[in-house]
Structures are given as C-alpha cells and as structure tokens.
C-alpha cells in the first residue's frame, strides 16, 4: 500500500500505429518527423496538441504538450473520516483508477471501477507527510473515460496502438517479478562503468536503461 497518495499532473503518452504517417497543411505534405506537432482530440472541449517525441519497439510516441488536468493515482479503500485511519490505494498500475479512466470509452458515471472503488472526493485525501493539497479535490469518479468519443473521434483512436508497460517492484512485491530479476528495483552501478556504487553520481538519460534495474511485472 501507498504511504503517499499520488496526484498525477496527466501529461498524456500515445504510441501511434503508422511508419509513415505525414499531416498535410494546405495540400502541402509535411514529413512526420521527431519534435513534430499535431492536434488530436480534446479534454474539456480543449484541443489536445502532441508532440512526436521517439520511435521505439511499440512504434511512434507521442506526448501532449501541456498538462491536461490532475488526477488521483488511485482512491482510498475506505472514506477520509472511516474512524479518523487513512487507507491509501494501490501502487499497482494496472489495479489503478486512473489507468481504468485512461482506457475507458464509457459515459460520467458509468465507468467500472477497479475493487469498485471510484475516485470520489471523499476517497481522495490530502495533508500527508510528504505532499499538501487540498482533501476531496480532483475526483473524477463521475467523469466520462478518457476515449470517450467526446474526446476521440473513431478515426483517431485508429491511429493509437494497445501496448503495456513494464511496472517497477518493492521489497514486498518481489514474487510478482517477470523480467527474471529478484531484487528491488533501484538505482545501480553500471558494469564495467568503472564507477564506484557508493559514490554518487548524475546519469545521463542514455544511461538510464543500465543505471536502474531491478524486479519489474507488467
């Protein structure tokens, strides 16, 4: 369980189908190239402005330019007052409310709820040890899922691939391990590096991939 519950700025991830993709301005074609900008759906009636950022095994990432709202990682099992005791929701992505919001076409109110335990304000805490914010803000129990065809239309769902992620373990999670490691999943030294692990030092983004491993599950 959670010692903190998360709110999540949601800066939205998309990888997208097409190797060839081009947008076309004024019958002008322009090559779908990395840091390219396009406008694909809508949050709140807002246009969502993406940019393409890497091409990996799953295809072309693209990211929304902006922060688009806020939301709670997950909601408390029980209510804030439930005899004065705080319990935080699961750290676990694919049990989470807001992954089931992201993947949901459904209408506000009629989104199925992971344990059957929507995000209302009453479930979503604040004042904890480590993060301040006000309690009971950014529910979204009631709020139509993400794909909603309000927010995509059909032909822009078409573009956007199904792929799943990998998930970093804990101590206390170690038996849930798939990628063949059974240690917690944490900072490293890099082999044949010829850094010393008890030194601390800044790694490079292209590093990233061998300075962190550990136990992870999707």
């Known amino acids: 369980m959670l010692k903190i519950q998360k709110i999540l700025a949601v800066i939205l991830t998309i990888t997208v189908l ?27 009636n807002e246009p969502i402005l993406w940019r393409y950022m890497a091409d990996d095994e799953n295809g072309k990432l693209i990211v929304s330019d902006k922060i688009i709202c806020f939301k709670a990682f997950d909601a408390s099992v ?15 992505w694919k049990e989470s409310n807001i992954r089931t919001w992201l993947n949901s ?27 301040q914010y006000e309690e009971g803000k950014y529910p979204y129990a009631d709020e139509k899922g993400f794909l909603h065809i309000d927010n995509l239309t059909l032909s822009e ?13 804990n101590g206390s999670e170690l038996d849930l391990s798939e990628n063949g490691c059974n240690r917690i999943y944490m900072r490293g030294f890099m082999v044949g590096s010829g850094r010393n692990p008890r030194v601390l030092h800044t790694v490079d983004v292209s590093e990233l991939g061998e300075a962190f491993q550990g136990a992870m599950y999707r």
Do not use: C
């Not at 029980?78 to 676990?92: F, R, W």
């Not at 009629?110 to 979503?124: F, G, L, Q, S, V």
């Open 78 to 92: 029980k209510d804030a007052n439930a005899d004065g005791h705080l319990v935080y929701g699961t750290n676990k």
């Open 157 to 169: 769902r078409r573009v956007m691939k199904t792929v799943s992620q990998w998930q970093t373990l």
């Open 18 to 44: 097409y190797a060839g993709m081009t947008i076309t301005v004024n019958a002008e074609p322009i090559d779908f190239s990395i840091g390219t900008y396009l406008q694909m759906g809508k949050y709140n």
């Open 105 to 131: 076409y459904a209408e506000g109110g009629d989104i199925i709820w992971p344990r059957n335990n929507p995000p209302t304000a009453k479930k979503i805490h604040g004042n904890n040890n480590a993060v």
